[in-house]
DNA sequence: GTGAAAGCGCTAACAC
DNA sequence: GTGTTAGCGCTTTCAC
């Protein structure tokens, strides 16, 4: 693959239609005043040599580079991969570029991505699931120099810009959904403790109990990372300890999985011997053994209403409200 | 969030050490030669004003950007959320970023996607399921001027690099155990005709069928696209008329996956009544309603040998062999 | 060991 | 309506 001869620029239309670049730039651009004789001849001199103006030499002159960094915790994890298609196309939609970058939920392998990032001037960063949501981190996110909003996982201080579902109401609605039900026991195995989104459900867990005067037993709530592994670890240990189980929340369905999977394996009924739902919908929720019963985040929506508030942020001085909201919405199937 | 002030530049460090711009620049690149005393006293305040190289302009000065586009056919598609994992990070330990792209398929959206990253001055372009595969769609790559790999969907002409796994013997690896496993009869349904792949990995079931002296019948074929309502309408179709079904080799898991539904709506049991198997080992292939036996594709390890492959014809001149052909490897679990 | 000057490709300000 | 000039931030000669 032999690197093409140098690149059209505007100098080499200039040289050929016997004019000056800023004449040439003019008339690509549609600014100034051309006659429209010029324009005419011009433009088609460029289509035929095929031009294309050179973004990084405008980018330099601009201070602007019309691109975004967003930085997720892990691109194949289905739930990530539809915010980010969602935030991509909507930036596409004004001429916006999307540079991704992977952290593995490491805070050194994610700062250096954005360190990098900010060396290629992006304009603004997204943040989805991030590690950096600490006290601790808003040093280094506010020596960046440019807007930033988190996604998916809100950081701690809560004047942070914020896009995501209602974490609270989430799990409110669906566990008032179980207790409508007829469930009165709810095993909850919900993610980390450090996750604003796990200390949320579990706020909306905790109230949708006092809601319906069902005394919260603590010890019914465990914590582990969203990996099908460990949900199936806390099932199984759970299940082999003895312990009655009639209804399972888990805190997300990847945690769901592996918690479906280690029930089925003690021979136990879904439904019919334990419920069990989870939370976020995944491409797949609805195609397990037992199709699951779950809260549907608005995936790519979040993707894209992130992008509406950060290019507002990016092009306008003044602020909007930074935190967006959404409902998440309760889907039913037969795991319960 | 105000515009933080004016970002600092060798200028600046300049201006503060009393020095030339070109002498930072130096200490800075480690080039040239510097008296190790102005070295530590660059590096210092370079440091303490939180100098950031401006990769832009570095950029238009090297003619080279160390960023590569990526353009995919749906990012939320956990297949090729796998795929962009491996190209980021493998292209990350070299110091390249990833613009990334969704085209839903769509060859306009392809082309004006492939538009702007070039005006963006990529240095390479990676195709992942591209549109543009046929020979038609020569004209327009090779005008880009930029080196370019089809990933997952290989291009017509077989010339074009390319990185994936092999089709035909993985069907012919499958369609082998099929047979072996007591199989006869098997239904076929495949992707899209038009899609390489599929075409690839009906010359393996052939190759199979012929190896193992069962005639061919074409009538066992059918193509879709690789959606879950797709295979779900097709399976029910051919059930609902009647028609004996004793194995089924799905073109990829997601038809799989409809498939499936409808085995199971019909009250026929898997792999009892019927044995089914996918293509791909999706995420959750082995957590559906009965697991499901596949040809798992190495989908990081291809973004991995993409960026490898990108790179070297980035950076070389000569040309390595330009075909990678992974193989997949058979997983055996419950659905057969 | 250090610096002045030129240039990457583009555009905005300002002549003419 | 068109051209000249300067400058975005960096690096690379080539002097000194």
Redesign the pocket.
Same mark, same amino acid.
């Given at each position: 693959m032999k690197r093409l001869d140098?690149?059209i =620029?505007?100098?080499d239309i200039a040289t050929e239609a *016997?004019? !000056?670049? =800023? $004449?040439v @730039?003019?008339v690509? %651009?549609d600014? *100034? @005043? =051309? !006659?429209s004789? =010029?324009q005419e001849r011009v433009k088609k001199i460029a289509e035929r040599m095929g031009?294309r103006? %050179?973004l990084v $030499?405008?980018s330099?002159?601009? %201070?602007c580079t019309k691109t975004i960094g967003l930085v997720v915790a892990d691109s194949s994890h289905s739930f990530l991969g539809s915010v980010i298609k969602g935030a991509q196309e909507e930036a596409a939609r004004f001429g916006y570029n999307i540079i991704l970058a992977n952290t593995n939920r490491n805070r050194e392998t994610e700062k250096k991505a954005i360190n990098l990032l900010l060396e290629k001037r992006i304009d603004g960063l997204l943040l989805a699931s991030s590690m950096l949501i600490q006290k601790i981190d808003k040093p280094f996110l506010e020596s960046l120099g440019i807007p930033y909003i988190f996604l998916v996982r809100r950081s701690e201080d809560k004047e942070d810009a914020f896009v995501g579902n209602d974490n609270i109401r989430g799990a409110f609605d669906m566990v008032e959904y179980l207790i409508k039900t007829g469930s009165k026991k709810i095993h909850f195995l919900n993610m980390d403790k450090s996750s604003t989104s796990s200390k949320d459900r579990l706020k909306g867990y905790i109230k949708a109990h006092e809601n319906y005067h069902i005394p919260y037993d603590s010890r019914l709530v465990y914590n582990m990372r969203p990996e099908i592994e460990e949900g199936y670890t806390a099932m199984r240990e759970i299940l082999e300890r003895g312990e009655k189980v009639e209804t399972v929340f888990c805190g997300c369905d990847i945690i769901g999985i592996g918690a479906m999977e280690a029930i089925l394996e003690k021979g136990l009924k879904i439904p019919e011997d334990i419920r069990i739902c989870g939370y976020d919908d995944i491409e797949f929720a609805a195609y397990l053994r037992k199709p699951f019963t779950t809260m549907r985040q608005p995936k790519e929506i979040i993707g894209v209403k992130a992008i509406d508030l950060l290019l507002d942020r990016i092009q306008n001085v003044q602020e909007k409200p930074g935190v967006v909201m959404l409902k998440s919405e309760l889907v039913v199937r037969q795991s319960t």
């Open positions: 140098r690149k =620029t505007l100098r *016997g004019l !000056s670049t =800023t $004449a @730039s003019k690509l %651009n600014k *100034g @005043s =051309t !006659s004789e =010029t031009y103006p %050179n $030499a405008k330099l002159k601009d %201070n």
